[in-house]
């Protein structure tokens, strides 16, 4: 199975300043197709996940520009450039590469 | 407008059944793969199965390999979880997504409990 490695799992922002979050998968999340699979996904507190960027650094339709992916390989980052006190949550990266498909422990985004 | 409402959720014995339900809707269902992901108490995302569009072809891990089956019913636009042989660590909520590789909209979920 891919293990999915996030860090940090807990992290305090200020309000306008930016966050961002590392994953790390423990095999290559390229494809046999060329895509890589690896999503992110946003849980705010009582409600269910939302994609957020899929594909490494396709955003959903309606996710503010605010929100950023890169990587390539194993290793991948979500930024968030400007916090606000909507994005309080909890952030899962997610591979679809490969069965089983497996989440990353989640990083707690809180404000300071 | 994308939608998906799951239902069947409740209070199972250990060893019992439960089929969940998720209705789908403001997409083409049948042109859609379907997964299941669960989510215990404060805990992180676990996925639990996947159906290919047709139906042809079904997914799980090993947590519930033998004791879960997906289904769909494309003239429904419903996707199923039939979940037999439960046990306490099967206690999650159950949330619908769309999407196999991307799951792109999920359901609100509907919580499952597993105890005597």
């Known amino acids: 199975d891919i293990v999915m490695t996030q860090t940090p799992l807990s992290s305090p922002v200020t309000l306008g300043q930016p966050a961002s979050i590392s994953c790390r998968s423990s095999q290559s999340l390229v494809h046999s197709d060329g895509n890589t699979y690896l999503n992110w996904l946003q849980q705010r507190p009582g409600q269910p996940p939302r994609l957020l960027i899929y594909?490494?650094?396709n955003r959903l339709s309606g996710v503010p520009d605010r929100f950023s992916g890169s990587g390539a390989g194993t290793d991948f980052t979500l930024k968030i450039s400007r916090v606000e006190a909507e994005d309080v949550g909890v952030y899962y990266c997610m591979q679809g590469t490969q069965f089983p498909r497996t989440f990353g422990q989640g990083t707690k985004l809180e404000i300071k | 407008e994308v939608q998906l409402l799951e239902s069947g959720g409740g209070l199972v014995q250990p060893g019992g059944s439960l089929r969940l339900s998720c209705a789908a809707s403001?997409?083409?269902?049948?042109?859609?793969?379907m997964s299941w992901v669960r989510q215990g108490l404060g805990k992180g995302l676990e996925w639990v199965s996947s159906i290919r569009a047709s139906g042809d072809s079904t997914y799980y891990p090993d947590s519930v390999k033998g004791r879960f089956t997906i289904s769909r019913d494309n003239s429904k636009n419903t996707v199923y979880l039939q979940m037999n042989s439960l046990r306490a660590e099967d206690t999650a909520v159950y949330y619908c997504?769309?999407?196999?590789?991307?799951?792109?909209?999920w359901g609100q979920g509907t919580l499952v409990t597993v105890s005597s």
């Open positions: 594909k490494i650094s």
């Open positions: 997504a769309k999407g196999i590789s991307v799951t792109d909209y």
């Open positions: 403001g997409f083409t269902f049948s042109t859609y793969a």
